[in-house]
């Protein structure tokens, strides 16, 4: 039973890599003529942060994420790697 959790975490960590390395090789195609369609994406979350004044300590809480076609591809390959491996 702890293997099936072990696997579920390193299923987790696969797609949060293929999503930032996937998005990071879209935005270096973005200069490129021929690859600008792997930049294409949407941005979403908080567009101005949310902040907590307790007086005591205060807590701003922010989100945004930014997925292109790249981010998509690499999500997808790192899915694939995993159930290969």
Known sequence: MATREKNVWILIVFILCGLV???????????VD???WLSYGE???????????????TITFGLMFQINIASIIGMILAIFIYRKV
């Open 21 to 31: 390395v996937g998005g990071l090789l879209g935005q270096l195609a973005s200069n």
């Open 34 to 36: 021929f690859l600008w």
């Open 43 to 57: 941005e979403f979350g908080f567009s101005t942060p949310i902040t907590l004044d307790l007086q005591v300590i």
